[in-house]
């Protein structure tokens, strides 16, 4: 008879073949007894996980793990007017919002809904940045503690891209926007399939982080400040945008434009009072 446990066949937990364990009861309470002072506690019992891949608030709220790592960004033109790139590095995992925030939610934090156009598990808009604002520090409060807030830019282009270096993370760059429309319709709903309204959340197929709606539907809001131009060194880690400035960068695209502005490296801005139809947000969470 072989233990799993045995420390080799000459050592002290040899056991002698001809005494099993049917045969010698003792013997067989003798070794769970040892298995239970010589096994870790963590073999006996699962340690829960630090940070788990998905995470649900109280409001209902779903949040995806998104991974530390880094990503090509075009950084600026140089003198012919083409794209110069540095890598953009995301130092420590987040949580992102699996799905824009949505009517539902925010009629739970704010008491109202905004939107114009109506639906419970539609994504919120008509909404500024000064008003996300409002709602982070409601629902921080909600939460007891002030881990809720807007993704960077450079942590939600990360995300959206999910892992790949392309603008669209469903195909290789294409020569011409209008390749990407079909391929782009199982994906996000824009102009050439929403219909001129937006959607339910989640009806889509998701990016390969899990996150459902980064292309189309609404813009979204993220935290920084509207720069012309990135960091031009070849490396910039934790990027948090310019310290002041005139506008707030959203990202995304929406239902209201074609496949050129519903991609990954697609930027906008808009002033932190502005308000549209196909401008919403979705939250991060900080891991502390």
């Given at each position: 008879m072989n233990l799993p446990f045995a420390r080799g066949r000459q050592g002290r937990f040899r056991i002698i073949q001809e005494c099993s364990m049917k045969k010698c009861p003792m013997l067989r309470l003798a070794l769970f007894a040892l298995l239970f002072v010589l096994l870790p506690a963590s073999s006996l019992a699962a340690e829960p996980q630090k940070n788990p891949p998905a995470y649900a608030n109280?409001?209902?709220?779903?949040?995806?793990?998104?991974?530390?790592?880094?990503f090509q960004v075009a950084t600026r033109k140089d003198e012919f007017g083409e794209n110069v790139f540095?890598?953009?590095i995301i130092s420590k995992p987040f949580y992102l919002g699996k799905y824009p925030v949505t009517q539902e939610q925010w009629l739970a934090v704010m008491g109202n809904n905004p939107a114009f156009f109506k639906?419970?598990?539609?994504?919120?808009?008509?909404?500024?940045?000064?008003?996300?604002?409002?709602?982070?520090?409601?629902?921080?409060?909600k939460e007891g503690h002030k881990r809720y807030r807007l993704p960077t830019e450079m942590e939600w282009e990360f995300a959206a891209r999910g892992g790949t270096r392309t603008k669209y993370f469903f195909m290789k760059d294409p020569k011409k926007w209008e390749e990407a429309e079909g391929p782009l319709a199982d994906y996000a709903w824009c102009r050439g399939n929403a219909g001129d309204v937006t959607h339910p959340v989640g009806q889509k197929k998701p990016n390969p982080y899990g996150l459902y709606d980064?292309?189309?539907n609404v813009f979204e809001w993220v935290q920084d400040w509207y720069a012309k131009e990135l960091p031009a060194s070849r490396e910039f880690t934790d990027y948090r945008g310019p310290a002041t400035g005139e506008s707030r960068v959203n990202r995304g695209g929406s239902w209201y434009y074609e496949a050129e502005y519903c991609r990954s490296d697609k930027r906008d801005y808009d002033t932190p009072d502005y308000r549209d139809s196909d401008l919403g947000f979705r939250l991060a969470l900080s891991l502390e």
């Open positions: 109280s409001i209902g709220m779903e949040f995806v793990l998104i991974p530390a790592g880094s540095g890598e953009a639906g419970r598990r539609h994504p919120v808009e008509m909404v500024s940045w000064d008003d996300v604002q409002e709602f982070i520090k409601r629902l921080n409060s980064v292309y189309g």
